[in-house]
């Protein structure tokens, strides 16, 4: 993992952006010792905290941004803005699903119980939850995030969520296989028929107005969707299906060749068969 994360400024102009490791504000040795681990695993700087500002910090390492160690998470501090793993809408949507009630990316995914997902833009990671939830114990998802500070964010909080809070949730995050790829990559290297199901969420270029928490993502991860040649690797890879999500009225989804099959308010979603 490199000392520097690409962002997008725009969709046609990306910047460096540096990092540095540091800690909440009074740590504590296990704290610290994590800062010093991720460090050394990741090859960002660990800077101890030493009663100084988050922004004070990132002055004092020239650093646009800081990991920041906490008690039981990580949280990625940018500009004054704090973005800390959580499962965001998934818990409410597992929660609506054992009302029996329906979800409209399970519905376009066609999962069940043993099922395997691949999910190719993990983000934050609200719907590989969902989709680990539905898959259960016998099934298997994997989230690939090809942006270093996100897979590491969202690796950490998955194995910290605090099982007390909600069990069924937390097993479920558990269960989930976060891996830093580049989908692109992976696809070439994974083998025939080796996923029920391959899912695509593209990162959409701006924000909608109800989405702004997620500006800090959309600055760390990488913009645009798949190629024509990622769609072919993703049917070769996928046993069933590969889906992809896209803003209304659909139009990535047309030019790519999706039909769509679900739609919501705001978005909709597209199948190609394997």
């Known amino acids: 993992m490199s000392q520097s994360q690409i962002a997008p400024d725009t969709p046609s102009q990306r910047t460096v952006l540096a990092f540095a490791i540091t800690t909440i504000a009074r740590p504590q040795e296990p704290e610290c010792e994590t800062a010093r681990c991720i460090a050394a695993a ?31 998470a990580l949280s990625l501090w940018i500009a004054g803005q704090s973005l800390h793993h959580h499962p965001n ?10 009302q029996g009630k329906r979800d409209i990316l399970v519905d376009a995914l066609q999962i069940k119980l043993g099922d395997h997902v691949l999910d190719c833009t993990c983000g934050l990671g609200a719907d590989a939850i969902v989709a680990s939830c539905v898959v259960g114990p016998s099934g298997r998802v994997r989230a690939l995030e090809a942006a270093p500070l996100l897979a ?8 910290s969520y605090p099982l007390a809070d909600d069990p069924d949730l937390g097993l479920a995050m558990r269960r989930v296989e976060v891996l830093n790829a580049d989908y692109a990559d992976y696809l070439r ?11 695509f969420d593209p990162m959409f270029d701006e924000s909608i107005a109800h989405a702004r928490g997620l500006d800090l993502v959309r600055c760390l991860a990488r913009p645009g969707g798949p190629a024509p040649a990622d769609l072919r690797e993703a049917r070769r890879v996928a046993r069933r299906r590969v889906v992809m999500k896209d803003r209304r009225p659909g139009r990535l989804l047309a030019r790519l060749g999706f039909a769509k ?8 979603y597209g199948v190609l068969p394997a």
């Not at 809408?89 to 054992?98: N, S």
């Not at 290297?189 to 899912?199: G, L, T």
């Open 42 to 72: 990741t090859g960002y700087r660990y800077v101890p905290r030493a009663h100084r500002s988050l922004a004070g910090i990132a002055a004092a390492e020239a650093a646009d941004g800081l990991i920041v160690v906490g008690r039981t």
């Open 261 to 268: 099959v679900e739609e919501s308010r705001r978005v909709c």
């Open 152 to 159: 590491l964010l969202v690796e950490h909080g998955m194995a």
């Open 89 to 98: 809408m998934a818990k409410l949507r597992i929660l609506a699903l054992a």
């Open 189 to 199: 290297r994974e083998a025939d028929n080796a996923w029920d199901v391959v899912y």
